[in-house]
């Protein structure tokens, strides 16, 4: 498995702010994601974040509103850009290992209430 | 149809039942099959992982697909009130670019 660190684990946010989360792992791994899981639902992914490179994106989702960095193999930052309510949810860093980029793990999650 | 559908549950069952998870797939693309646990409050953890149809097991959990009729299950023994918490199903294509599909999630709850 993999040992994944997020920052800050829980926030209460004021509308119209933004919030930077951070996500480290404890050893090289070759993809992260970051996942949205709004209250009561499944997991949603927000975007693969690239080494190197700018982020992919999935549909609905919008690097304005969620810029993402990764400037190395074992660290991404995801931040949630002019917070409103519809934006409280927990956000999960996930990554998959070289070699086992089929099993996927999650961070604790950060738990963002906005109000 | 969504491409991951779960039974919605809740699901309350007494200490000591079998209990039986399922999920059914439209995507025949999808190769890999995960079930993920998820305490209230905690992130998702990995708690079986399969890639062939047929059956695995891990202590008192056994993971079944069944990859002719897009199904898969989690059967798991001997429930325990620790077992309490949301089993998600998830599955993707091949490929470490591919992302993984989840279903809506099940929260099981074992009485003592």
């Known amino acids: 498995s993999a040992v994944i660190s997020q920052k800050p684990s829980r926030d209460i946010c004021q509308r119209g702010t933004s919030l930077t989360i951070q996500c480290q792992v404890d050893?090289?791994?070759?993809?992260m994601f970051w996942y949205r899981q709004q209250p009561g639902q499944s997991l949603t992914l927000i975007a693969t974040a690239n080494q190197g490179s700018e982020a992919t994106y999935e549909s609905g989702f919008v690097i304005d509103k969620f810029p993402i960095s990764r400037p190395n193999l074992t660290f991404s930052t995801l931040t949630v850009s002019n917070m409103s309510p519809e934006d409280s949810s927990i956000y999960l860093c996930?990554?998959?290992?070289?070699?086992?980029?089929?099993?996927?793990?999650f961070g604790e999650g950060s738990w963002l209430t906005v109000v | 149809q969504k491409e991951v559908e779960q039974d919605p549950g809740p699901l309350s069952v007494p200490e000591g039942a079998i209990v039986s998870l399922n999920c059914t797939y439209s995507?025949?693309?999808?190769?890999?099959f995960m079930w993920y646990r998820q305490y209230s409050r905690k992130g998702p953890e990995l708690l079986m992982y399969?890639?062939?149809?047929g059956n695995k097991e891990d202590g008192r959990f056994t993971a079944q697909v069944d990859k002719s009729s897009k199904y898969i299950s989690l059967f798991i023994r001997d429930s325990q009130p620790s077992d309490s918490a949301t089993y998600l199903c998830a599955m993707k294509h091949t490929g470490a670019n591919s992302k993984l599909t989840f279903g809506k999630g099940i929260t099981l709850s074992v009485r003592p």
């Open positions: 399969t890639y062939s149809s």
């Open positions: 996930s990554v998959a290992r070289e070699f086992s980029g089929n099993t996927i793990y």
């Open positions: 050893s090289q791994v070759t993809m």
């Open positions: 995507n025949s693309a999808f190769q890999y």
